[in-house]
């Protein structure tokens, strides 16, 4: 991979310069929280890397859009307002989960809607993120990304290493040159290593990986879920806040004449008692028990067509949900009680 | 159609109802085509596939294929009048015109049954994918070995393709055994018992060259395995196919997934040692 540094300074300029390649979106603040936002203000602008309410999927693969419109039984496709976009701030759990939903949408049956988003979005990564409470991006091997990107900003206080991860990000470069530095030495490679160690101390918070799979497996008559099943509120928030939740429900929304209308994509989620009932009744997952485990089944035992577990330790469904049902508190009762506090 | 279209695998086909008649009180059979002859006529599929039908409005659910691969042209399906889809087509009459998309799913592994006994196992609208393989493996004879036809309903009027069935008793080459819980009119010329009872006239069958296929309503599993495994039929011979909600069928809606397998792409036929192997598959 080309590999380049740059002066903090600059960071503006280029961001400024990457417009031609579409809207620039980052993180803002709004309230307590930070979101993926369109940025007219530049001062409105995060630049360090920080958790989104969301995960950039809510770009890629939003939460509503129309599919098809229809007239009669006649259906076209809909296509042609999805936008060039610039994603700066991605942290790299985030672009694990795009990485993820990749492999989900682009294998077997091509999705047009996904795909188009994601060729039409650049995405820009930041690290070193300081690790918050509940962050386990160390323990899933989700805190370096090699690719699903087009250029990283690896944030190493004095300069940005600057990895360039595809073709567009290659061009994006190009449009100004002067503000990138080709001659990467012994000093940058220090400081990075330097930046990783310091990062890595801050973790709290781990979850074993190599063990937790065939947990899950073990696990599956325990009463955890009960236990879970009695609390959880059925909000729905963790599947929302989740970088690799896909699920989606289609709604045909006709209008007033009832001849045309709109064949819709909503977020769905596995957690809500209609889930997985089909028409006459039968609901193969009735209990919340049942549905959590799914849940938890596909982000710490296995998922999608390659069967690897999808979590990427953002942390989001701690730090979200209401009753404390989360990826951390799953292990520590799956595990009797013991959940390992400290490094990993 | 643009071009987008083409290339996008959510986009239905309009396809005609050219024939549709009640199957029972609640269940119609539809013969529909692709408007496009040419589609019609060059569609491949397998028995225990699905397809997408949708209609503007009111949506999109998924629909075992009924008909035989072996007689192109017109693909048909029985429907349960039970959601807001099935609803809204049974309002529909000849000539209206649908969308379609599919098939999808694994199907029926044929090349593993053939030259193989067939044992096939229906209760009430299972009939909808078996009589799929069923019409194949008549209109293919000569591939398979002992052919066996299982259907349970619960009354005379609930059996669907009644007719149809009652004159494949009179083929020498199937062992056509229909049943019926109860028979209240007291005219029904078939056996009045429960499907699992048929297995009794299931004899002298080489077990390890003979498959199974069951579909039915999730309570007939758990019986009609029991009496193929006693059988003596191996495991990964029994086959089933499932019933799962789904939105888009293409593997990336979510809604069929079972551990990560998907229903719409890895089913929806599996064996019994699948469902062994994963717990909430029946």
Known sequence: MRVLWMKKEDLREFLESSKQFGELWGPVQKGEVYVYDKIDDFSRLILEPKRTLLPVKKLIHPPEFNILR?????????????????????????????????????RYYPDPYYITRRERTAILGVSFCTPTEGCLCKSMGTDVVQEGFDLFFSDLKDFYLVWVGSSLGDDMVKVRPDLFNNNITRKHLDKFMECKKERDEKFTKSIDMTVIPDIMELSYDSP??????????????????????NCYNVVDEPSISGFTGERRRYWDCCIFTEYSLVAGGDNFR????????????????????????????????????????NVLSVVRGLLGGKEKEGKS | MNKSNEENPFVPEPARIVRKYDLSDDVRF????????????????????????????????????????????LLEFCVREVGEVTRALFRLKEN?????????????????????????????????????????????????????????????????????????????????????????????????????????YVKNVNVAKTYAAVCGPPVMYKFVIEKLVKLGIPKHQILMTLERRMKCGIGKCGHCVVGHTYTCIDGPVFTYWDVTNMRELI
């Open chain 2, 96 to 200: 209206s015109i649908v969308g379609i998309r599919g098939p999808y799913g694994n199907g029926f592994p044929l090349d593993k049954i053939k030259g193989n006994n067939l044992i096939i196992v229906v209760g009430g609208l299972g009939a909808a994918p078996l009589r799929s393989l069923l019409l194949y493996a008549l209109d293919n004879r000569d591939n398979f070995g002992n052919v066996y036809l299982l259907h349970g309903a619960r009354t005379p009027s609930d059996m669907l393709f009644k007719e149809e069935f009652l004159e494949l008793k009179e083929r020498d080459d199937l062992q056509c055994l229909l049943s019926v819980d109860k028979d209240p009119t007291g005219d029904w010329p078939c056996y009045v018992a429960k499907v699992t009872k048929l297995f009794k």
């Open chain 2, 30 to 73: 539809f013969q529909i085509r692709f408007v496009d002859m040419e589609k019609a006529l060059s569609m491949r599929y397998l028995p225990g596939q699905f397809m997408m039908l949708s209609i503007a409005g009111a949506g999109e659910a998924p629909f075992s294929i009924s008909s035989t691969p072996s007689r192109p042209g």
């Open chain 1, 224 to 245: 955890v879920w009960e236990e879970i099943g009695e609390r959880c509120l059925e909000c729905g928030a963790c599947t929302m806040v989740c970088p690799t939740c």
């Open chain 1, 70 to 106: 229809y007239e009669g039984e006649t259906y076209k496709t809909e296509l042609e307002n999805i936008p060039r976009r610039v994603v700066y701030g991605v942290p790299p759990c985030d672009i694990h989960g795009l990485l993820i939903l990749d492999d989900l949408f682009r």
């Open chain 1, 286 to 325: 009735a209990t919340r028990a049942d549905r959590l485990k799914l849940w938890y089944t596909h982000k710490l035992k296995s998922f999608g067509y390659s069967g690897k577990p999808a979590c990427v330790g953002c942390g989001r469904c701690i730090d979200t949900c209401p009753v404390d049902i």
